[in-house]
């Protein structure tokens, strides 16, 4: 079977309320990376305001059987390993929640903190849109999916779902069929709260079903 990894970023209330129902009435998985940072969004898109989830909230979702990701404490671009362990251990004493997928902050790769990521027994830790000299009109170097030969510290987003004018759906469709065999497309979501957001998920999710794909969570990357 096809296999394509979805990513959540930042905890996001409708990740729990909107990403999650769908998800499992297809018996799908994903990865949802948490932060302790707040109203981020609030920053980041003030004419959609969303808020994080509340820790227990984060638990609730995990124990749906969703992977809880690290995503740092802070948020920050210039986090190191010790913002890392500090959400970890956070997750851990709080909740018994272990985290051994990453997401750097602001998509931003340093290979020290890949390396001290390796250290403590984290599996994976994804970017954003490789970057280069020729970008296309989505930032892009080139669409990249993920091998069982690409350094798992460095895994690259096929596609970045945002505003639909940003990555729309004709896009995902077509970074889906020309998914190379023995690949793994990525894709990472933010907030599913307006802008037709909600609908436009659904018919992602809607749309991989019906095409016989299966949505994994990046922990489940060894298995395949």
Known sequence: MKKCIFTFDDGLETHLALAAPVLKEYNFCATFFV????????????????????????????????????????????????????????????????TRSFCYPAYQYKSELASA?????????????????????????????????????MIYCTGLFGKEADYNFDQFREDLTNTPEESNPVFAFHGLRGLGRERYFEKCVEYLNDEGWQVIALRDLNER
Not at 61 to 67: A, D, K, P, S, W
Not at 72 to 96: M, N, P, Q
Not at 119 to 148: E, F, P, V, W
């Open 35 to 98: 932060t302790a940072a707040r109203k981020l969004w609030h920053r980041f898109e003030p004419e959609v305001t969303e808020d994080e989830l509340e820790w227990d909230r984060v638990a609730d979702l995990y124990h749906m059987g969703f992977e809880i990701g690290n995503h740092t404490w802070s948020h920050s671009s210039g986090a190191g390993i010790k913002d890392v362990v500090k959400l970890e251990s956070f997750l851990v004493s709080e909740y018994d929640i272990h």
């Open 117 to 153: 990521l390796r250290d403590r027994g984290y599996q994976c830790a994804r970017m954003g849109y490789s970057a280069g000299d020729a970008m296309d009109s989505l930032n892009r170097k080139k669409i990249d999916y993920h091998t069982k030969d690409d350094d798992p510290f």
